[in-house]
């Protein structure tokens, strides 16, 4: 997610899950073509298993993105069909693309040719007016002749007219059963259902039914609430859950790499305050976080009076 998934958070949630695979936010391939690589690539090798989301239309700069993506790491190289922003509109890619199906093929393609990484996509169930199954059908039919066979579905439609990219986040309807019936119907691709899950159990429901779950906002607003994802998802049962306290621990490491090379604590911070809620203190304790880690010669020390005091209140 665009501003929420970065290396930070997603070392976090490293902590949560051993086993989840973790997206970057979307990587436009045009920036990527004209350089920048550190800033929009740069991972700690403990994220992995990682996918590399891009974003764009044009087969040479996406196959040049996804030659970029094996040589940096990462572990399969995820295309955007999904997001309805106006900016991204205008560049033509993003949920747009899902009225041009055989574009997205010629992009997969191009590739897949390019790396021998895994090419996923993440798509909506329709845009605008078209929002038939046979529509979405026709789409991951055409996209999987090129070598793709495994698709995240976003159960809701998106309005690309009149529609900001919040709206299109809540308004048009989730509508699993397309997705229950693309699994039905393609039984030999791999399916996995995005959108609206709030809790482990709601995954779990969902998993009866698809091969896969994604989730985005859930997860970043309540961390903690997915430390049992690799127990009842993935059934590792040596992993217990941990508390607030062993999340935030887990990490300073991460965070004492960052700081020596000079980069700042508050972007670490910014996502460790989720970490807490719902108990008596957590917010003049993630007020005292944001304050002390806010500060410009903030150092990982901070961090670890944080977590002392959460140990201190057995958090
Ligand atoms: C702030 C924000 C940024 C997002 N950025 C991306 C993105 O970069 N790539 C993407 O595929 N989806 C993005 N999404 C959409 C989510 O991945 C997801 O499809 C959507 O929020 C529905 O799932 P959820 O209900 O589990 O959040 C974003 C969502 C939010 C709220």
């Known amino acids: 997610m665009?501003?929420?998934?970065?290396?930070?958070?997603?070392?976090?949630?490293?902590q949560v899950s051993r086993h989840a695979l973790l997206y970057t936010e979307m990587v436009v391939a045009q920036a990527l073509h004209h350089g920048r690589c550190e800033v929009l690539l740069g991972f700690d090798p403990e994220e992995k298993p990682i996918a590399l989301?891009?974003?764009?239309?044009?087969?040479?700069?996406?196959?040049?993105?996804?030659?970029?993506?094996?040589?940096?790491?990462?572990?399969?190289?995820?295309?955007?069909?999904?997001?309805?922003s106006p900016k991204v509109k205008q560049g033509r890619f993003g949920a747009c693309l899902m009225a041009k199906p055989q574009q997205v093929a010629d992009c997969v393609a191009a590739m897949q040719a390019a790396?021998?990484?895994?090419?996923?996509?993440?798509?909506?169930?329709?845009?605008?007016?078209?929002?038939?199954?046979?529509?979405?059908?026709?789409f991951v039919d055409v996209v999987a002749a090129a070598g793709c066979n495994r698709f995240a579905v976003h159960a809701r439609k998106a309005w690309l007219?009149?529609?900001?990219?919040?709206?299109?986040?809540?308004?048009p309807p989730l509508r699993y059963e397309l997705v229950h019936a693309l699994k039905r119907d393609?039984?030999?691709?791999?399916?996995?259902?995005?959108?609206?899950?709030e809790t482990l159990e709601d995954c779990n429901e969902q998993l009866k039914k698809v091969d896969g779950v994604m989730v985005g906002r859930a997860a970043y607003a309540h961390p903690l609430q997915w430390t049992l994802v690799d127990q009842k998802v993935f059934g590792d049962h040596s992993r217990q859950p941990l508390k607030a306290s062993e999340v935030l621990r887990?990490?300073?490491?991460?965070?004492?790499?960052?700081?020596?090379?000079?980069g700042r604590l508050w972007?670490?911070?910014?996502?460790?305050?989720?970490?807490?809620?719902?108990?008596?203190?957590?917010?003049?304790?993630?007020?005292?976080?944001?304050?002390?880690?806010?500060?410009?010669?903030?150092?990982p020390e901070v961090l670890k009076r944080a977590a002392e005091q959460l140990e201190d209140r057995g958090l």
Request: proline residues 5%; charged residues 30%.
């Open 161 to 171: 007219d009149g529609m900001d990219p919040k709206q299109n986040r809540t308004v």
């Open 115 to 138: 790396c021998d990484l895994p090419i996923t996509v993440k798509h909506r169930i329709g845009i605008d007016k078209q929002d038939s199954y046979e529509e979405l059908l026709h």
């Open 2 to 14: 665009m501003d929420y998934t970065d290396r930070h958070f997603r070392v976090l949630m490293r």
């Open 186 to 197: 393609r039984p030999l691709l791999t399916v996995e259902l995005n959108g609206g899950l």
């Open 267 to 299: 972007p670490i911070a910014r996502h460790l305050v989720h970490l807490v809620e719902g108990v008596s203190g957590a917010r003049y304790w993630r007020r005292q976080l944001s304050r002390e880690a806010g500060e410009r010669s903030a150092r």
């Open 53 to 84: 989301q891009l974003g764009g239309d044009e087969p040479k700069l996406l196959a040049e993105a996804a030659e970029l993506a094996q040589r940096w790491g990462y572990d399969e190289v995820n295309l955007n069909v999904g997001c309805p």
């Open 250 to 262: 887990g990490v300073i490491p991460h965070a004492e790499r960052w700081c020596s090379a000079g």
